[in-house]
Every structure is written in structure tokens, then in C-alpha cells.
């Protein structure tokens, strides 16, 4: 097989070529689409020899196309198969997967960007490696047969990818350190499937999916299936920061490569810190600026977003497109501070207002970018704006992940403020049970208020952040869940002691205990959150409208180095980002991050107080999941009710809701109607 063939082939402006070669059993497909500007990957490994029909690994890679819409390739060895979708980027000629070595050993398909793949090139080079492209899949690929596994942690980027031995007939998947992109496992009848979503695995044949119980249940408890487990009993997530070896007898081999470590430093002063910061947010964002396409900016008028794109003007030679979504008449609503913004640096600023209705409207497309459930705050307007952004753009890059590192949540404030309430309430024994006394009345802030000063007593009571953190993340109550589900539902998956259950499933480490209230909640953020929910969302609402969404903040090198941050510089009295605030102020306007953070949500209590509660309502009644035996349709109405009279503020819940009864329909009302 000629190089040409294994790296891919010349692109072609508006032409479409295929061709498939067969060689000691090897089949390649290959389907290019002209010269036009990350992917999605998928496989099987059927193992003892069992044939992996290449019609198959064709139909995973179809089903995934919105993630790649301009190539793809397959290949098909006995009974391995594997295959790619691709959004060009790097190398938008040259860079077509499967990528293969000169030797023909090893051949890799991968999601993702690596950023510091021209300074790796340049050491591989040295040693005497040769390359075919400036590909940075061609550079992942040939850091592995030259480092082995120690090539991960030399890779500064976003990835989920699979490397294939021929020679030993082993399967190498890998993931990113912090999660940046998904890749989902399904193990059955003695094989392995992996996939970038959901979808690419239900089309396997002979292979079964169940709902998981415990999955619902962390749906309607945080708004996402809690990783690694998806809302299929027979799926799971490969952990961030992990790699899985299989090959062609036994079993797989998991292990860590990578996990965040809090390692303090002393040795700056306050000014060096923030100087240090400054030096290392504007590396972060040019290295995440490598692209041979115009990159673009999400900014909603904080300080992450404001952070980026005040990054990118200084490196970049045209204005930058900067991307904000608004709620016009809404007490959330950033444009305006956005606006002052985005005219400081010079960007060129295109805004998207979301209304209500539209909203409401899209609740099942937002939905069906997911393969589970998803009641993230940010899904809708990261959707909407994803579908502006991919207008204008192919990449943009986002402040996620600058409130983990550098503590920019309430929530983690709060958590505080509970910890150092404890002893008191505990002290006062039943009298702190008063706050359960307090009357209801006409106006909805007194009755938030009371919701909220119940939040802050239960959270106090807990033995510790970890707990604490579950707590603080969730979108319903163990109170409301204990009305809102069915009485077996409940007793197998709630309770008392829930939330130190969960402390011990994921924190169950000596090296966790020690770290102190605020470092617990971050590990918890950065660990559990950031890519159950965050990094989750984001990735589907973007890749939806075949648009890479990059995160600088969650270089892992930038990760390692802000764990070695002192908590004085992250959170100075109630103020959070202290050493972020300070680094950026001389970039922008005058007393611009001095408003309250926001951030890309929506605003439910608004809403569901008027039309936007009939969607959601709509889609309870329509859908098939009031007939589902997790929730009692009694109590959901009760919860619409009192929502809409101000009594309680049951916004994150009903849209959960909402998007649970557009997922019943999508997946398993339609799957039943099919079999009918």
C-alpha cells in the first residue's frame, strides 16, 4: 500500500471521491469532500475472530457526520473495525484518518486538536522520524510508537483517540486529562465498541441497551447522568486522564495517566502571581489559536470569556468575531456589558437574542444533540449560539473551566460560608430546625429566600465539602425528589445518606480527606462537574453545527499549574478569580468585571412563570415519559403549580423535565412506535 493511500488523499475543490483497497485483508474506505474547512470517531473490536462487517463501522461513522461533515474514512481488519467523521482544521488537505505508520504496524483515527504538536514534530524530527503531513493526528500517533504511553502526558490538547497494533491486535483508546472530549465504551459478548457519542454504539447489532435506573435518578438529582455512567446500563464513559488496552484474549486494562494534584507553591509574591497569570493566559490562548481557519470568541461580558478574547486581539491581524447571547427583558441578561466590551478590544461583535419562545420551541433539537438527557443551564443558549457562531466560523474558543480552577462559583462560597456555620447549627440541635417553620407567603423573594435558607441549613449539617459539593449541584432537593418520584424509584435510588454515599464512590482516597473545605470542592468541580455536565454540553451544542469549541483554560499544563496556586489568590474575602480579576483589568474597560458573574444560563424562574412552562408542560403530557414509572404525574403538576404561583422556585427541575420528556419521545416513544 503506497504512502498516499495510507495518509489520505489530495483534496479536491467540489469533487467527491471513493475508492476501497484491500490488502492481506484490510479494508479502507475513504470519502472526501472538497477543499472545505473536529471529529467523531468510532469502532469495534468483535475479537476471536469474529468479522467486523465494514457496512457497520460506515453506518457508526454516518450517524456521527454533524461532527465531521467534511471527511471520513474507515478501516476494516478481520475482526477489528474502526472509522472517523472530520471537521478540517489543521491541515485541511493532508490531515484524512485513518492515519497510518510507514510501516503499516499501527493506524489511529482521533478526536481532537493537539496544540503543541509543531514543537513535538520538531523533537520527533530530531530523532529521526519521518512524516507525510503537518498533520497533528500524523504527530499523535508517531509520539506513541516513539514514547509509548509516557506520550500522553506530553500532549498539550483535547483528544479521545484509538490507536490499532495490527501486529499484536490491541486496541489503544485514550482520553484527554480533563475530559474535553467524550468517548463512550460498550462491552458485550466478549468485544469491545467505543464511540465519540452515544448514537454510534445503539446501530452495533446483536448488542442490547437498557435504561439505568441509577443513571435516571442523576438526571433528576444534578441534570446529568454522573460519570462514568450513561443513561444506558451497558454504556460507560472511559475517565478522563485514562487509557483502555485490550487485546485479542482477556481483558481490558484501564489505568490513569493523569489526575489533578494540589501542590501549593509559597515563593511568589501577590504581584508576581498575578504577573505569572497574565503571562500564562495569553500562552495558553495563542497555543489554542492553531488553526489554518478563521477562530472566533464565545463572550458573555465575564471575566473568563473577557480573558480570551482580550487574549486573541492581541496576537490576532484581524478584528476578532466575538459570539453573546441575550435575554432581552430578563434579569440575566449580559449583552450590554458584552457590548462595552467586545468595542474596548475592537472585536467585531454579532449577538444573538433568545427569546422565550424560540427557546421553547428548539427544547427537542437542543435535546437530540445529546444521546441522554441533558438539563445543563447552559445546553440551550450554547446550542443557540453554537448555530450563530458556525454562521461566521469553524472554531471558537470559550471560558470554561476558569471557575474550577481559580474558585469563580457562588456555590463554592457558599459551601464555605455552610462549613464555617456548622459547629453553631449544630450546637443549636433543633432549634436550626426553625428555618422549617417559616411561613409562605404572596411574594415569590420571600419564598426563594426561605428555599434557599433551607439549601444553606442542610448543606451546613453535612460532614464535609465533598458532600457538600453534591449538595450545591444539584437541581432538586432530597425533599422535592421524595414527592416528585415514585415510592419504589425512590426507596432504591434516594434517601438519608446519599450524599456521603456519593463522597465515598468518588473521593474514597486518603490523599482527598486532606486537602482543605474550599480544595475539596474544587477537585470535586474539576473531577465530577467539568466533564459530567460542563465540558458535556458544550461539546454537543457545539459539535451539533460542526463547530470546534476549544477551552485554553483546561491546557493540562495550565490545570497543573494553577493547582499549584494559593487559595489567598483565588479567593480574596467573597471575591473570586482574585489573581484572573487582576491579570486582566489593564486589558479592559474601566471597572468591567465588577458586575456580578452570570454567565451562559438561562432564566428559569422568569420563564416558567409565563408561556415557556406550556413547552415544557407540552412535552410531559405529549411525550410518553409521564408513563415512564420514574415520577408521579400528580407530583409534577403540583411542582408546575406552585412554580407558577411563586410559592417555590422549581425552575431547574421542570426544565429537567422537560428535556427528560423530549428524550423519552426521541428514544424510546419513537423506538417503541418503530416496533409496533
Given at each position: ?247 485479542r484474549e482477556g481483558d481490558g486494562v484501564t489505568r490513569a495517566f493523569w489526575k489533578p494534584r494540589f501542590a501549593v507553591r509559597h515563593d511568589l509574591s501577590e504581584q508576581e502571581w498575578i504577573e505569572e497569570t497574565r ?233 482527598a480527606r486532606a486537602l482543605d473545605p474550599l480544595q475539596q470542592f474544587m477537585l470535586a468541580d474539576i473531577s465530577v462537574h467539568m466533564p459530567g455536565s460542563l465540558l ?141
Amino acid at each position: 500500500m503506497s504512502d498516499r493511500r495510507r495518509t489520505g488523499i489530495a483534496l479536491q475543490i467540489n469533487a467527491r471521491l471513493f475508492y476501497r483497497i484491500t490488502e492481506r485483508g484490510v479494508s479502507i474506505s475513504v470519502s472526501v469532500l472538497g477543499s472545505i474547512i473536529m471529529c467523531g470517531i468510532a469502532g469495534w473490536y468483535r475479537r476471536s475472530g469474529r468479522a467486523v462487517p465494514p457496512e457497520v463501522v460506515v453506518q457508526q461513522c454516518d450517524s456521527i457526520v454533524h461532527r465531521g461533515p467534511d471527511d471520513s474514512g474507515t478501516l476494516v481488519d478481520g475482526d477489528f473495525g474502526f472509522g472517523m467523521r472530520r471537521l478540517s482544521i489543521i491541515d485541511i488537505a493532508g490531515g484524512h484518518q485513518p492515519i497510518f505508520t510507514p510501516d503499516g504496524r499501527y493506524a489511529i483515527v482521533f478526536n481532537g486538536e493537539i496544540y503543541n504538536h509543531p514543537e513535538l514534530r520538531r523533537e520527533l524530527e530530531a530523532a529521526g522520524v519521518g512524516f507525510t503531513t503537518q498533520s497533528d493526528t500524523e504527530t499523535l500517533l508517531a509520539s506513541f510508537v516513539h514514547w509509548g504511553d509516557d506520550a500522553w502526558l506530553r500532549l498539550e490538547g483535547m483528544y479521545a483517540a484509538a490507536i490499532w497494533d495490527r501486529a499484536e491486535r490491541s486496541l489503544t483508546l485514550a482520553r484527554d486529562p480533563l475530559g474535553i472530549k467524550p468517548l463512550y465504551l460498550t462491552e458485550q459478548h466478549g468485544g469491545i465498541a467505543f464511540a465519540s457519542e452515544i448514537r454510534a454504539l445503539l446501530l452495533l447489532p446483536g448488542h442490547e441497551f437498557d435504561i439505568d435506573e441509577r443513571g435516571v435518578h442523576d438526571f433528576f438529582s444534578f441534570g446529568h447522568v454522573q460519570r462514568p455512567r450513561s443513561i444506558y446500563r451497558q454504556v460507560h464513559s472511559l475517565e478522563p486522564g485514562h487509557l483502555l488496552r485490550i487485546g485479542r484474549e482477556g481483558d481490558g486494562v484501564t489505568r490513569a495517566f493523569w489526575k489533578p494534584r494540589f501542590a501549593v507553591r509559597h515563593d511568589l509574591s501577590e504581584q508576581e502571581w498575578i504577573e505569572e497569570t497574565r503571562s500564562r493566559v495569553q500562552c495558553t490562548v495563542e497555543q489554542h489559536m492553531l488553526a489554518d481557519v478563521t477562530v472566533g470568541a464565545f463572550l458573555s461580558g465575564g471575566v473568563d470569556s473577557s480573558a480570551i478574547a482580550a487574549s486573541m486581539t492581541k496576537v490576532s491581524a484581524l478584528p476578532v468575531k466575538a459570539f453573546t447571547v441575550g435575554f432581552p427583558g430578563t434579569s440575566i441578561d449580559e449583552t450590554a456589558a458584552a457590548a462595552r466590551i467586545a468595542g474596548h478590544l475592537g472585536c467585531e461583535h454579532i449577538v444573538l437574542q433568545l427569546e422565550p419562545v424560540a427557546a421553547g420551541d428548539l427544547l427537542p433539537a437542543v435535546q437530540a444533540a445529546f444521546d441522554e438527557p441533558c438539563a445543563a443551564t447552559a445546553a440551550v443558549p450554547i446550542w443557540h449560539l453554537s448555530r450563530l457562531a458556525a454562521q461566521h466560523v469553524k472554531v471558537v474558543l470559550c471560558g470554561e473551566g476558569a471557575d474550577e480552577l481559580f474558585a469563580g462559583y457562588k456555590r463554592q462560597r457558599t459551601a464555605l460560608a455552610a462549613a464555617r456555620w456548622r459547629p453553631l447549627l449544630k450546637a443549636l440541635g433543633p432549634i436550626a430546625g426553625l428555618v422549617d417553620a417559616l411561613p409562605e407567603n404572596a411574594s415569590p423573594q420571600w419564598n426563594y429566600l426561605r428555599q434557599n435558607a433551607r439549601r444553606f441549613r442542610d448543606s451546613a449539617m453535612l460532614d464535609n465539602s465533598f458532600q457538600r459539593f453534591f449538595a450545591g449541584t444539584q437541581i432538586s432537593s432530597p425533599a422535592v425528589r421524595a414527592r416528585l418520584y415514585e415510592p419504589g424509584f425512590f426507596a432504591r435510588q434516594d434517601g438519608p445518606g446519599a450524599f456521603a454515599r456519593l463522597e465515598h464512590e468518588y473521593f474514597d482516597v486518603p490523599e482527598a480527606r486532606a486537602l482543605d473545605p474550599l480544595q475539596q470542592f474544587m477537585l470535586a468541580d474539576i473531577s465530577v462537574h467539568m466533564p459530567g455536565s460542563l465540558l458535556n454540553r458544550l461539546d454537543r451544542g457545539s459539535m451539533a453545527h460542526s463547530l470546534e469549541a476549544r477551552v485554553p483554560f483546561l491546557s493540562h499544563g495550565f490545570v497543573d499549574w494553577s493547582l499549584t496556586m494559593p487559595t489567598a489568590m483565588k479567593l480574596r474575602g467573597n471575591v473570586g478569580k482574585y489573581a484572573l480579576r487582576k491579570a486582566v483589568e489593564p486589558w479592559l474597560p474601566q471597572n468591567a468585571l465588577g458586575k456580578r458573574k452570570l454567565g451562559f444560563q438561562l432564566p428559569f424562574a422568569e420563564w416558567f412563570r409565563g408561556d415557556f412552562s406550556d413547552f415544557a408542560r407540552e412535552a410531559w403530557h405529549d411525550s410518553g415519559a409521564m408513563r415512564s414509572g420514574y415520577l408521579q404525574p400528580a407530583a409534577v403538576e403540583n411542582l408546575f403549580a406552585e412554580h407558577r404561583a411563586g410559592v417555590a422556585n422549581h425552575g431547574r427541575i421542570l426544565y429537567a423535565i422537560a428535556m427528560f420528556s423530549c428524550w423519552w419521545q426521541q428514544n424510546i416513544t419513537r423506538k417503541e412506535y418503530k416496533a409496533a
